[in-house]
């Protein structure tokens, strides 16, 4: 196991409100990293001070083996970042966005050539490289965006809710030309998201909750620790559902025709649904979720 960014007790505070409040955590080279929390649970400033954009009050952060606070630049030069909001110019085409953001870097000519065409490959946006940012739909605007964060061949890619308002079709795709990153490229993925289905593809996940680590595993250690699997039955006759269910002390609740009685585990369902089998229209098990354990680890929706 190699560490490629390690977090050390970590401290961020704006006036009175401790945004970020002693967390330690670390990511290991080439995974696939998610970092979970609601809003203003303090991803936002934990992201920005790793990348260099915010100073942090207390604690040691490294990245790429270099210490925050004492190699700012190679930092700088070892991560890419994708924010929420595209910051490329609508009015050049792709190309001419990378050319212009590429030049930052300080690249010969010769290499930001390079740099460009590898970059529009990777995405799968080559087709696109003439035509005007402003007038691409937005999942090709997210993968030109991440074509923009990989010009300087970063060993990390910060991604800030990557997807948020892309229809599912297009997140899909968007996802396809992460994934192929992280393992074509061995390149750590740093993640945030509002969409437990990307989540749960993590390798692990960190929870901040009140800037403090609420929780912390891999997406299956999570959802066997903080959810329940459930059982659903669709009964011929209810009272009679209801009468099995209160003689055997099981708690339920209903939606609408449909009975959910949380299970301590997916074999308890067993013996429920041999004893009123007769009495059963339809019925499901459903593991539990990682957008479930969230709400019991957090006492909130990942979007509030």
Known sequence: MEKIIDVINLHKSYGQIKAVNGISFYVEKGSLFAFLGPNGAGKTTTINIL?????????????????????????????????????????????????????????????????????????????????????????????????????????????????????????????????????????????TTHYMEEADMADYVVIIDNGEIAAKGTPSFLKDEYSNDILKIKPIDEKMLISYLEKNNIEYTKQIDVFVVRLENTLESIEIVSDVKDNIASYQVLNGTLDDAFINITGKEIRE
Not at 68 to 86: A, P, T, Y
Request: a neutral charge; zero cysteines.
């Open 51 to 191: 990348s260099t954009l915010l100073t942090k009050d207390q604690g040691e952060v490294f990245v790429n083996d270099n210490k925050l606070g004492e190699h700012e630049d190679e930092i700088r030069n070892s991560i890419g970042i994708v924010f929420q909001e595209g910051v490329l110019d609508p009015l050049l085409s792709v190309k001419e966005n990378l050319e212009t953001r590429g030049s930052f870097y300080g690249l010969q000519k010769a290499v930001l050539n390079e740099r460009v065409e590898n970059a529009l490959k990777i995405t799968g946006i080559m087709d696109l490289s003439s035509r005007k940012y402003g007038s691409l739909s937005g999942g090709q605007k997210r993968r030109a965006d991440i074509a923009r964060a990989l010009l300087n061949a970063p060993k990390i890619l910060f991604l800030d809710e990557p997807t948020t308002g892309l229809d599912p079709q297009t997140r899909k795709n968007v996802w396809q030309t992460i994934i192929r990153l992280q393992k074509e490229e061995n390149m750590t993925v740093f993640l």
